[in-house]
């Protein structure tokens, strides 16, 4: 091999892992929820062909305001649940619906449209 052929493979091989890291790791790290006036951790949840952000960072032991927006019509996500806190809350479109707890215990916890096709998760520190 000649030197910018070991170059072009180090590069390819950077680039790639940067491509990993880029979809896997920073994915991974979520949106954190921001405490407001209210005293809430609070995070708006845009619901259309999923859920955006799908990842919600949060801490342990302050209550938990999530804002679901729907803004589809497709019966897919017409229902949003949290199984790990015993919550789920119905989405008409368009309408603004919080969904409120308190995580107690750090974890990860999942949240789903009723039939569990659209997914995210909330990751309690
Ligand atoms: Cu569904």
Not at 10 to 28: D, H, N, R
Request: proline share 5%; net charge negative.
């Amino acid at each position: 091999m000649t030197p910018d052929r070991i170059f072009v493979t180090l590069f390819g091989f950077a680039t790639v892992a940067f491509i990993v890291w880029f979809f896997w790791m920073s994915k991974k790290e979520g949106t954190r929820a921001a405490v407001t006036s209210s005293g809430y951790q609070e995070a708006m949840v845009l619901v259309k062909g999923g859920y955006t952000p799908d990842v919600i960072v949060v801490e342990h032991g302050k209550p938990v305001r999530l804002n679901f927006l729907r803004e589809e019509s497709a019966s897919c996500s017409e229902m949003v649940v949290f199984a790990d806190f015993n919550k789920s809350a119905k989405l008409p479109e368009g309408q603004t619906v919080p969904i409120e707890f308190l995580p107690d215990k750090a974890g990860e916890y999942e949240f789903a449209c009723q039939m569990g096709m659209f997914r995210g998760k909330l990751i309690v520190e």
